[in-house]
């Protein structure tokens, strides 16, 4: 069983910055990759940033520049560093683990919600 607990979300005025982090039950180096989704109100889920085993980071084009994906692997934390946040970033944002192929595990999610 496999668990990712978020938290770091919240309400933050645009231009702000928030930390998103999440803690993995294991080893992170266990999954072929760890990232960070997030859904706005419809039924589409949008990755946002992903970091793979050998430390290949990925990330949305609507955030490049302005969010970082990092991990603490001796905590098996992820983190999603989120800077010059836009009313369009809000959402709720999940970390996902990846097994061989697909992103098979999941958090329960935290809000984000930027005000303009």
């Known amino acids: 069983q496999v668990q990712l607990v978020e938290s770091g979300g919240g309400l933050v005025q645009a231009g702000g910055s928030l930390r998103l982090s999440c803690a993995v039950s294991?080893?992170?180096?266990?999954?072929?990759?760890v990232g960070w989704y997030r859904q706005a109100p419809g039924p589409q889920r949008e990755l946002v940033a992903d970091?793979?085993?050998?430390?290949?980071?990925k990330y949305a084009d609507s955030v490049k520049g302005r969010f970082t994906i990092s991990r603490e692997n001796a905590k098996n934390t992820l983190f999603l560093q989120m800077n010059n946040l836009k009313s369009e970033d809000t959402a709720v944002y999940y970390c996902?683990?990846?097994?061989?192929?697909?992103?098979?595990?999941w958090g329960q999610g935290t809000q984000v919600t930027i005000s303009s």
């Open positions: 294991r080893n992170i180096f266990d999954f072929n990759a």
């Open positions: 996902a683990a990846k097994g061989i192929y697909e992103y098979d595990y």
């Open positions: 970091i793979n085993v050998g430390g290949v980071r």
